[in-house]
């Protein structure tokens, strides 16, 4: 009988210079997901680590080490937390693209994923499931699907029917809008995959902000940027989206985005497609919408709107890019809002992409975690960049039976600027 088969072979296999990184102090304790649900070793940042170093060593992919990586929500609150700087999202990301090529899975957890990549970074797909969602809500079904609990006996698609958002009405949006005033810059827009599907309220106000801050707005049709992708170590189908996506933006000074995740994912393609420098470039011209508007400074007029605000930091825009103070400055700049802080912010909201999906019944337990905090700032409305955080949060709330109003920062903004009620 032969040698066990390593974990990991020759292709971008976590690094050992970036694993003797971590000196296993536990201040990625208090801040991990998985850890403060569960207290295991393994569930945390540095067990995960420990697990990456025995690969490097020779030890075979088990089943227990694909487990305790597929846990990881791939926050990177600990990337935040961590006196060492450890790079914790390149050595996950490294394993997270061996486990998914290497592990052998179930046929019901290859089903599942094969579902979720064939319909999740395809927004036209999404968009063909708007009239029959629309139908099923507007009908009374969803309410009596939700009372008796029918679907509870199978969790993912409870999840999955929680998280679906009320849908309104569709604006559509040209592919260029002129700047209001002086035009101080042509950036492209990104409209995402859920975010162009089921929130596309939010993209139609980020560009009504652009346009307002001075900035004439191209909305080229395009795909998938690759983020569910990438971040569930799909390499090369995220690569393919990736090259595919910067394809579509040229002469532009900027690419906006508006979801936590999908910005994260756009300010990698360098490192995603390693050696190009088209990638590089595109890459830092990426912004997310509260970073760029900050840089420009406002010019537009706020008009009053006396709300109390719960911000919540989505995890790839306060850990992945360390935009915290941005939203929050945007937000202060609106005369007689008030703003209020929700407990534990480092904690992840348990929806993180698709992981939710996967893991519905810890991914319930950390929603409602947040969703507590949240309701107990007393806020009318809750405040965040990412639609998965938006959904993730609502049904959380929902099942509580507490009551929240939701929106996005750049429907706040919008509102103020234009001095319409926010819905």
């Known amino acids: 009988m032969g040698a066990p088969t390593p974990a990991f072979d020759d292709h971008r296999p976590p690094r050992a210079e ?9 201040f990625c304790l208090p801040t991990c997901p998985t850890y403060a649900l569960w207290g295991q070793e393994m569930d945390s940042p540095r067990g995960r680590i420990y697990l990456m170093e025995t690969g490097l060593g020779g ?8 487990a305790h990586v597929d846990r990881c929500l791939g926050c990177m609150a600990c990337v935040t937390a961590c006196p ?3 790079q914790y999202d390149r050595l996950i990301e490294d394993t997270r693209q061996q486990v998914e090529r290497r592990a052998p899975r179930s046929a019901g957890q290859r089903a599942l994923r094969a579902a979720i990549f064939a319909l999740f970074p395809h927004p036209r797909r999404l ?5 029959p969602l629309r139908a099923y809500q507007k009908s009374g079904l969803q309410r009596l699907v939700r009372r008796v609990g029918l679907l509870r006996r199978w969790p993912v698609l409870d999840t ?6 009320r849908l309104g009405r569709v604006e559509r949006l040209p592919t260029r809008i002129p700047a209001r005033g002086e035009r101080r810059a042509v950036v492209g827009m990104l409209t995402g995959c859920v975010q162009s599907a089921f929130f596309p309220d939010v993209n139609a106000a980020t560009a009504r902000v652009l346009a307002a801050e001075g900035c004439e707005v191209v909305i080229p049709r395009q795909g998938c940027c690759g983020a569910l992708s990438v971040h569930n170590g799909r390499e090369a189908e995220a690569q393919r989206f990736a090259r595919r996506l910067i394809d579509v933006f040229a002469d532009v000074d900027h690419v906006v985005v508006n979801a936590a995740g999908c910005g994260s994912a756009t ?14 470039g595109f890459a830092a011209k990426v912004r997310d919408l509260s970073e760029l508007l900050v840089e420009l400074g406002p010019v537009a007029a706020r008009h009053p709107m006396p709300v109390t605000v719960a911000y919540h930091d989505a995890c790839h825009l306060a850990h ?8 929050r400055e945007l937000l202060r700049g609106i005369p007689e809002l008030e703003l209020r802080e929700i407990a534990d912010p480092e904690i992840c909201c348990g929806s993180a992409g698709v992981w939710n999906v996967l893991n519905p019944e810890p991914a319930a337990e950390l929603g409602e975690r947040k969703a507590r905090d949240v309701l107990a700032t007393g806020a009318e409305l809750l405040v965040t960049a990412n639609p998965g955080c938006l959904m993730q949060i609502a049904a959380a709330a929902d099942r509580l039976g507490g009551a929240i109003r939701l929106a996005h920062v750049a429907q706040v903004l919008d509102a103020s600027i234009n001095g319409t009620r926010l819905e």
């Open 127 to 131: 968009r063909l499931l708007r009239g």
């Open 59 to 66: 030890e075979p992919m088990t089943d227990s080490m694909v």
């Open 160 to 165: 999955v029917e929680s998280l679906a958002p």
């Open 18 to 26: 970036l694993i003797s990184d971590c000196v296993h102090c536990g």
């Open 320 to 327: 992945a890019q360390g935009i915290r103070a941005q939203p």
């Open 84 to 86: 060492s700087g450890v």
């Open 267 to 280: 300010k990698e393609y360098g490192e995603l497609l390693g050696g190009d420098l088209r990638a590089a």
